[in-house]
């Protein structure tokens, strides 16, 4: 008998890019899932927090729709848990951008991009790994993925950054510790290097 797709809540907080989140993790085997609904994050196999948009305008969504909870919850259960973008920026205590606290799962500030550098930083840029984490499986050092954002994440814990970008200053590009994952770039819109990530993803909901 077919063993299951695993089910992956896609969290739905009105910060965009979720259709092609949901596409990248279909096409990689998952029963993908958009949703705003707490039951369904807690029972899900894996959860991706995507996103695209403003650091205060998200946390408001993510109290309204009674999120914040749901998600800590699940980080802490040890369940498979990857953040995109904004997904990986609300993970810390708070930003340049706003007023609003994140979530404060990693210590840590959201900086802006420096004066002198374009900003957004937008297109392909290379990613240097500094992690064997099994979300990167198969993903070479060095590889290009597509960015777009004006802010990054700074870990208060060098030992969570999993990799690092140079645009205008060396940035933190991904973060890593036991069960979470969370990337400053795109890997929906990456290609097949960035479809690896989700297909290591879907493997390690499945318990591989």
């Known amino acids: 008998m077919p063993m299951k797709p695993p089910r992956i809540a896609i969290i739905d907080y009105q910060a965009g890019n979720l259709r092609?989140?949901?596409?990248?993790?279909?096409?990689?085997?998952?029963?993908?899932?958009?949703?705003?609904?707490?039951g369904d994050i807690r029972q899900a196999d894996a959860v991706v927090f995507p996103g695209q948009g403003a650091n205060d305008s998200s946390m408001r969504h993510l109290k309204a729709k009674g999120l914040v909870e749901p998600i800590k919850e699940f980080v802490a259960g040890g369940r498979h848990f990857m953040g995109v973008c904004l997904g990986l920026q609300l993970l810390l205590e708070g930003s340049d951008e706003g007023v609003e606290p994140g979530l404060g799962i990693l210590s840590g500030w959201v900086r802006r991009l420096p004066a002198g550098a374009k900003v957004p930083h937008m297109g392909w840029n290379q990613v240097d790994l500094r992690t064997d984490h099994p979300v990167f499986a198969g993903v070479p050092t060095g590889s290009y993925f597509y960015f777009v954002h004006s802010y990054y994440a700074d870990p208060d814990e060098e030992s969570v950054v999993a990799a690092t970008t140079e645009y205008g200053v060396e940035f933190c590009s991904a973060v890593a510790w036991d069960n979470v994952v969370a990337v400053q770039f795109h890997p929906e819109k990456s290609g097949t290097i960035g479809l690896t990530l989700y297909e290591n993803l879907v493997r390690l909901a499945k318990g591989g």
């Open 20 to 38: 092609s989140v949901q596409k990248a993790l279909q096409q990689v085997g998952a029963e993908a899932l958009i949703t705003s609904d707490p």
